[in-house]
């Protein structure tokens, strides 16, 4: 029996979406988690719960380096767009940064540089590929995704920008 038809009858009363024939633009939320598939594989078992799950992990802790480790995030996203055959892993991110061209002057003080502590919001993200043997390879990946300093579901955040770069996308998960 076919991946496809056992998870038809174990999931009679959901829905069974495989990516590469959906011609959708947001999976039905029945269908995730057990009945989201890319070329057979349960896609949240690939990505959240199995052994590459430390590959898209390890690529997200290297986006911390920009902020000296100061960055927090957490994933909220997650599409495909057919036409590129890649995923996106969309996060809302924070972090504080010291400001070190900061100007003090006062009265009482000498004028001269001093630190500010600066909170701003980011859009995490990394872009990734799943080979035919369910394996997934680093496409690309950084801090903020729309270059806006917003959250993923901001105005001008991460969403927005990755409908903007690929027509196609497909909404899997949104958190």
Known sequence: MSILK????INEDKKVVELTNFTGKRIPS????????YRGFNVYK????GPEEATL????????????GSLEFQESYLGYSPSKDVFILGHDGWATTEDTNYDYD??????????????????PYCIFKISDKGNISIVDKGSDFSDSEQMWYGK?????????????????RLD
């Open 6 to 9: 056992e998870l038809m009858a």
């Open 30 to 37: 029945e269908a995730w988690t057990e009945g989201v598939l």
């Open 46 to 49: 690939l990505v959240y719960d």
């Open 57 to 68: 992990a390890g690529a997200m802790g290297g986006v911390k380096d920009r902020f000296d």
């Open 106 to 123: 006062s009265d009482d003080e000498d004028s001269g540089d001093e630190t500010e502590d600066v909170d701003f919001n980011v859009s």
């Open 156 to 172: 001008h955040g991460g969403l927005k920008a990755a409908h903007s770069k690929w027509s196609d996308l497909i909404d899997i």
